[in-house]
C-alpha cells in the first residue's frame, strides 16, 4: 500500500498553467506505475496520464501537446505540468498508483478541485 496526497491546484484563466504534484509515502514507489485521472460533475471519471516504472508515458487525446506527466522517484513524488488551461479542464484531479501486473489502481489520493475560468 501506498499513501498519496495531492497539491497545487487552485484556479487559473484559460490558457494559464498550473503543476500537480502527487507525494507518495512507501519505499516502493519506483516500482509503481502512477496515473492522473480527473472527474467532472456529471461526467464519469476519466484517465489523463499515465508514467510507467521505467518512465514511459501515455495521454489521453484531449490533453496531449499540453500536460507532461513526470515523477522523481528520489523525492516519492509524480507530477502533472498542465498548461494552456482550457475551461473544460476543470476537474477533480485524482493522484492513482498500482503495481505492475496490476489491472487496477489500488491506490489513490484525496483528490484536488482545478478551476480553469473562461
Known amino acids: 500500500q501506498v499513501q498519496l496526497v495531492e497539491s497545487g491546484g487552485g484556479l487559473v484563466q484559460a490558457g494559464g498553467s498550473l503543476r500537480l504534484s502527487c507525494a507518495a509515502s512507501?519505499?516502493?514507489?519506483?516500482?509503481?506505475?502512477m496515473g492522473w485521472f480527473r472527474q467532472a460533475p456529471g461526467k464519469e471519471r476519466e484517465r489523463v496520464a499515465r508514467?510507467?516504472?521505467?518512465?514511459?508515458?501515455f495521454y489521453t487525446e484531449s490533453v496531449k501537446g499540453r500536460f507532461t506527466i513526470s515523477r522523481d522517484n528520489a523525492k516519492n513524488t509524480v507530477y502533472l505540468q498542465m498548461n494552456s488551461l482550457k475551461p473544460e479542464d476543470t476537474a477533480v484531479y485524482y493522484c492513482?498508483?498500482?503495481?505492475?501486473?496490476?489491472?487496477?489502481?489500488?491506490?489513490w489520493g484525496q483528490g484536488i478541485q482545478v478551476t480553469v475560468s473562461s
Open positions: 492513482a498508483a498500482r503495481t505492475i501486473g496490476s489491472m487496477n489502481y489500488d491506490n
Open positions: 512507501g519505499r516502493t514507489f519506483s516500482s509503481y506505475i
Open positions: 508514467i510507467g516504472s521505467a518512465g514511459s508515458t
